[in-house]
């Protein structure tokens, strides 16, 4: 496999692209694409991300995904952005699924150029790190490779067109600028993902406990000189937004309009046990328990692996110094995913890159990155019913592929028979999805738990 | 190998500023006009209304226009949002319900026609009910003990002076809370059943054979004219006012219609006129639906629905390509209003786009006398 990969590398990059090309501008996932055709349509009017409430998302990724849109912006004339179709109105208020803005494939495939980009950009930062972290080339090519065909990857970023791949972008150099010990341009990074979306703030408290103990040797005042330029850098950039920002109604968009827990839902999180049938008449009963744990898992979770590390890195024999962040980042990011109200496939991807960089290094194995991948991939598919027709409606609308009206109709049809949208995820493709995703999720943590125990990590090469 | 990783970083960084100045520097808006020339008057016996139209922007637009006869002056009513976290809530959060507040705030409403809205707390409301007529806006499902409880009623007089309740929630009336109450406690005399509705709109309009069991079963499926005219997009029907009783008393169905069985009809949006007033009904808690609570609550107060004849409204729905100019007359069988109130809105805007009213108010007497 290294040999064949390290022989056709270009070829089958070419390949991907043309993969990611082809889907690009057919597909989008109607209900988020139509947030960021008001994005588009309110920047462009003069209205900037917030002053119409379209765009809820935290003001680095407003910042970064504004820019990619310029060329939609002053290029494309506003007619082929998209249409209204207000058909649609009734059958998507009622099942959830359909907004009535329907965007057109050149709109599509014009915001989906540069999450490519982004994602090309992250592959050079990944290939470079883990060719001089391993030194070996064809490793890094095959973790190339593997990222560039994972059909999850694909369906998030080509064809679902989700954002998520720029705090990753953002986030991963953080985490090599701070192994070369640049804190304050790794904090600077660090900070802007938080800004994109707020996920990277669970690694704070452990990096600054890395910050602190990697330079176990240092005198008292370098090693508080350290912790300061790193949280200098970490704290700039989510500051200098909040205040810029904060006289548009983002900030209570953002904090007030955030929902509270409201249901035990199940996705890729601890809700999943909602669809198991014996189980779910305990859970109905028992939801406030549930809810409860839901609330503060994450808190004691994070608080429960903080203690972990501390208690069984011996400081004096520079563990830390040897110590891969990444399996921090996974850990957490799989605490996160499990006690998260909503668990979302595309989620997945925040930690992808880093679990990349722990099979190149050999210290889980590919299979897990391939199987976790799959889970996500199967849990898309099972979401809602038709939800593969679903994602092809602007061809659908644009090209008569699948006919818009049968597949309006479809739903129509669906809804008389079932009523709600609940009843439209394929349970049986959802559960096996999701126990996947718990199956490797437990022995990916329990791996990477014992690892830490056993304090067999390989050291660093930087 | 560091320098590489510099020059990555310091691209990313370059790109993230040039971001930031695109989004914080660009043009600012800029309203287009589609409008060329309105006027409205009484002919023939008729409310009239003709519009000269004209889509000078690069973009197809969708247009509605809405007229609604008066039959009374609107007033300027002041508006307020109650806000308490120290009482309990139903049917949404804390953050829901505080969120649909911004969105009232960021929308028409306060951005185009300078509305202010105030947020008042239970006790303030209290005051704000024995006070003159004005616009109250209770979306947390459970009303305080300080307006209204076993042996309190503040809301009824004050509905019969021209106050306008617009409700977001469980059952009106059905819940009285003390501060810190709450109301999923078994113990709780919080809970005061349909009587509380019946206390405060003199009828049962909710309390019918059946419920939908879940809210999902509960969503309105088929469209009312003035839900299509003002665009209006609630659809949940859990605790929605039951129609035969709305038209029995006068009132309007704005939402949309839930069919249970032949006879039993719920709509997701009712108005029911109580003395000088009434009280706007949706069908169930916000549940997440901030968004589209804050554009039908501001239509609804922007189109002077409260204080029109609403039943007899007409709108017309008009495209235009780019470039394209139309005209349309609008026209309303007098029936001795006194004025009206013509609305014209870019459907897909939301909240930035094109925007229009006009209030014509005491022309009928003169073509009336005419006749």
């Not at chain 1, 600054?208 to 008292?220: E, Q």
């Not at chain 2, 300078?114 to 239970?122: F, K, Q």
């Not at chain 2, 305080?144 to 409880?149: A, G, L, M």
């Not at chain 2, 709109?201 to 069991?213: H, P, S, T, Y």
């Amino acid at each position: 496999m290294a040999s064949f990969i390290k022989k056709n590398f270009w070829f089958l990059l070419i390949i991907g692209f043309l993969i990611r090309i082809f889907f690009s501008g057919l597909s989008s996932w109607n209900k988020d694409v139509a947030v960021w055709y008001r994005l588009a349509n309110d920047i462009s009017e003069g209205f900037g991300a917030y002053g119409n409430l379209n765009f809820s998302y935290p003001p680095g990724l407003a910042i970064i995904f504004s820019l990619t849109l310029i060329p939609i912006i002053y290029l494309l004339p506003f007619a082929n952005w998209g249409v209204y179709d207000s058909s649609v109105t009734t059958i998507g208020g009622d099942t959830w699924l359909f907004d009535p803005i329907i965007t057109s494939p050149i709109f599509n495939f014009l915001f989906k150029i540069p999450i490519f980009a982004a994602e090309i950009f992250l592959l050079y930062l990944l290939y470079r790190y883990l060719k001089e972290r391993t030194g070996k080339d064809d490793i890094a090519k095959t973790v190339v490779i593997f990222w560039y065909f994972n059909p999850l990857i694909i369906f998030i970023n080509a064809i679902h067109g989700q954002l998520d791949i720029y705090p990753v972008l953002f986030l991963f150099l953080a985490m090599v600028l701070f192994y070369l010990r640049k804190d304050f341009f790794s904090g600077i990074l660090f900070g802007i993902s938080i800004t994109m979306k707020i996920f990277p703030v669970i690694f704070l408290p452990f990096i600054l406990l890395f910050v602190f103990y990697r330079d176990w040797h240092d005198k008292a005042k370098q090693k508080l000189l350290n912790l300061i330029q790193f949280f200098l850098g970490i704290i700039i950039f989510p500051i200098f937004l909040f205040f810029l920002f904060s006289k548009s109604e983002f900030v209570n968009t953002l904090v007030f309009t955030r929902f509270s827990t409201i249901g035990f839902e199940g996705s890729l999180n601890i809700g999943l046990i909602n669809y198991i049938p014996s189980l779910s008449n305990f859970i109905a009963k028992n939801e406030s328990l549930f809810l409860y744990i839901e609330k503060y898992g994450l808190i004691i979770g994070l608080a429960l692996l903080f203690l972990w590390i501390i208690m069984n890195i011996n400081k004096a024999s520079d563990k830390f110094r040897e110590f891969p962040l990444e399996i921090i980042f996974v850990l957490s990011l799989f605490l996160l995913y499990f006690f998260s109200q909503r668990t979302n496939p595309n989620y997945i991807i925040w930690c992808l890159p880093f679990i990349l960089v722990l099979c190149a290094i050999k210290i889980i194995p590919y299979y897990l990155y391939w199987l976790l991948s799959l889970s996500g991939f199967i849990f898309y598919l099972g979401i809602y019913s038709l939800a593969y027709k679903l994602l092809f409606i602007s061809s659908s609308k644009f090209l008569g592929w699948p006919n818009f009206q049968e597949l309006i109709n479809q739903y129509i049809k669906l809804r008389s028979l079932k009523g709600i949208i609940n009843d439209t995820i394929l349970e049986d493709v959802f559960l096996f999805s999701a126990l996947l995703f718990y199956l490797v999720f437990i022995f990916i943590v329990t791996r990477l738990l014992n690892l830490i125990k056993k304090k067999s990590v390989k050291k660093i090469s930087y | 190998m560091l320098k590489k990783y510099l020059i990555s970083f310091f691209l990313l960084l370059v790109v993230f500023c040039a971001g930031l100045i695109f989004l914080y520097f660009s043009k600012k808006p800029t309203e287009i006009n589609f409008l060329n020339e309105v006027n409205s008057r009484f002919e023939n016996s008729y409310l009239v209304t003709d519009v000269s139209l004209e889509n000078s922007s690069k973009r197809e637009i969708e247009l509605n226009l809405v007229l609604l006869p008066l039959d009374k002056k609107p007033d300027d009513l002041i508006i307020y949002y109650y806000f308490d976290e120290d009482y309990p809530t139903l049917q949404t959060s804390v953050d829901a319900y505080l969120g649909l507040y911004n969105f009232l705030v960021a929308g028409q409403l306060t951005k185009r026609f300078n509305h202010s809205i105030e947020l008042v707390n239970a006790d303030k409301l209290s005051s704000v009910f024995t006070k003159d007529k004005s616009i109250v806006i209770i979306a947390s499902g459970v009303l305080p003990n300080t307006v209204f409880s076993k042996d309190r009623n503040l809301i009824s007089p004050w509905l019969e002076k021209g106050g306008c309740l617009i409700w977001v929630g469980d059952g009106l009336g059905y819940y009285s809370a003390r501060k810190e109450e709450k109301i999923e406690d078994e113990k709780t005399d919080a809970k005061i059943g349909w009587e509380g509705q019946k206390e405060i709109l003199k009828k049962n309009f909710i309390d019918g054979d059946k419920f939908a069991e879940d809210i999902n079963d509960s969503i309105g499926e088929q469209e009312t004219i003035i839900s299509r005219a003002l665009d209006l997009r609630y659809q949940f029907t859990l605790v929605g006012a039951i129609n035969n009783i709305v038209f029995a008393n006068d009132g309007y169905l704005l939402g949309y219609n839930r069919y249970f069985n032949d006879t039993l009809v719920r709509n997701s949006i009712s108005f029911i006129p109580v003395g000088e007033g009434g009280v706007v009904i949706f069908g169930a808690g916000i549940m997440e639906k901030q968004r589209e609570l804050g554009w039908d609550i501001s239509q609804i107060i922007i189109s002077e629905l409260i204080f029109s004849e609403a039943n007899n409204l007409k709108y017309e729905s008009v495209r235009l390509s780019p470039q394209q100019k139309k005209r349309l007359r609008i026209e309303i069988k007098n029936k001795g209003y006194e004025g009206g109130s013509l609305i014209i809105f870019d459907k897909a805007g939301e909240v930035g786009n094109f925007y229009y009213k006009d209030i014509f108010y005491n022309l009928a007497k003169y073509d009336l006398k005419e006749e």
